[in-house]
């Protein structure tokens, strides 16, 4: 029999973010080709099994030397040294003689004795000599210092330096330092598996016919653009309605073969909300109301590794849960080290409304001016508006200490996209 739900508890958006992520797990791990590793979270350090350059090579085309055997070279006393070998890249390890020099390719290792290379703009083949072949003789008109144009091993990284922590969000750069480095293979958080149900029976999906009293169902494309953003693996996103009954089993289904379960809407105080109904028997998800604006009414639970978020049924109510709940639940189970999107301060462009006693998410347009981030107000911040979402560049984030942010003063901003810089 299916127990009576209780009241929903009241607390605030700190205790309820903390109590979120105090219970998220570490997911599992899987290994990837370096090549598909790109976004993921790296579980492991990565420390440096080899020198990056593991040898010394020459930074440009030209002519490797011993810089000795080019001193007092200028315009009025030219030297000619004869042309011992070429060197292309990918070559084995050479010797260059006293008095001699070699041409030598880009990435082409240098051979021993030779301690500089001359760029081939500053070279004039003599005597038949061509880059491709040993023969002939280079004419030289400036002496080379020491060390020019030359790569040394190690003067990138150093084998066994230590480059970065596990929990690193890998970077198509991080991607290239692996593949330099020789891994095959990486060591990733797995996407976690999530179900979207979306409750409503005035919701229709977008492109069907809509009639009197209907709308079209904007949640559930947005969260599983977002959830697909922040990594996750979408294994059903289903329209449910308002049937009881039909909700509490897509529920268990969802919560059988996913490692998060999402709901929109239900939630609330309606006399027809089916998420909770369709809670009922599972004592580990609890009903919230939490002190922020948008998105009060939440459900969460935690339960063998499984996370069950109830969001509410306005759109920037469901975007605001998100980004300040449910992002951060997914990036800390995929073991990223960053949960939060980027975070800048800025500084109201003028007066905006908000409660003490609660935290407030304010959509806002990002302008960069006299030094500074300036934020406003990306059209009327109601929950039901879908426009405001669309057209903001962060989530102005004022603290439930804050009773009114005035005009100049600073709030740490969520960055969602950074605006054109045109």
Known sequence: MARTVAAPETLGYEEARARVLGAVPL??????????ARGRAARQP??????????????????????????GAGSSRTIELPVAASIAAGAPPSHLEA????WIMTGAPLPEGADAVTPIEELTAVSGAAPDRAGGAVRFTAGVARGANVREAGADLRAGDRLWEAGRDLSPHDIGLLAALGAREVAVGRPPR????????????????LEPGAIYDSNRPMLCALLEEAGAHIVTSEHLGDDAGRVAEAIERALAGADVTITIGGVSAGAFDPVKRGIARHEWIALWRVAMKPGRPQAFGASGGRLFFGLPGNPASVACVFEALVRPALRKLQGFATLDRPTILARAESDIDSRAGRTDFVRVTLAFRDGAWWAAEAGAQNSGHVTPQSQAHALLVIPEETPRLEAHRTAPAWVLRWPDQG
């Open 27 to 36: 997911g599992p791990e899987e290994r990837l080709p370096v090549e598909r």
């Open 46 to 71: 990565l420390i440096a099994g080899v020198d990056l350059p593991p040898f010394r090579n020459a930074s440009m085309d030209g002519a490797a030397v011993r810089s000795a055997d080019l001193v």
């Open 194 to 209: 999530v179900a979207v149900l979306s409750t409503g029976d005035e919701l229709r999906s977008p492109g069907e016919p």
């Open 99 to 102: 008095g001699t020099c070699a």
